[in-house]
């Protein structure tokens, strides 16, 4: 019996992880955005006066204390994240199907795809 990985396998398992990332993330924004309109959805805005981004959004640590704390935003913000991250993750499997081939080329083409990703996130510059 050959238990020999193949590349469709891989392909399948990765196309599992882009569609359960677009989903999961998309159900953390609608109850993210539900959970907002409930608490909010009935005070006027004043558009005359700038108010900003809460400080719980500038780290994660407020982001996720937001989330135990069932703030709306942090919740949406959080089903971002998610979503941002779903074609990091996809690199990463990528990167162990090559491994799992043999396939060192494309792995270390996959590898440099992720330094370059990981550097532009830490650094906040794009291009």
Do not use: C
């Not at 159900?27 to 700038?50: E, K, M, W």
């Amino acid at each position: 019996m050959n238990n020999k990985f193949k590349d469709t396998d891989m392909q399948a398992v990765i196309g599992w992880i882009l569609r359960a990332g677009v989903l999961i993330s998309m159900s953390v924004v609608f109850i993210g955005g539900a959970l907002y309109l409930y608490r909010h959805g009935q005070s006027h805005v004043d558009y005359s006066t700038f108010k900003g981004v809460p400080d719980f959004v500038h780290s994660a640590g407020g982001i996720i204390n937001g989330i135990f704390t069932g703030r709306g935003r942090a919740i949406i913000q959080a089903g971002i994240i998610l979503l941002i991250a779903t074609p990091i993750i996809r690199v990463v499997f990528s990167a162990i199907g090559f491994v799992l081939e043999k396939d060192y080329l494309y792995l270390g083409i996959t590898i440099l795809v992720l330094f370059i990703i990981m550097a532009s996130m830490l650094s906040g510059h794009a291009g």
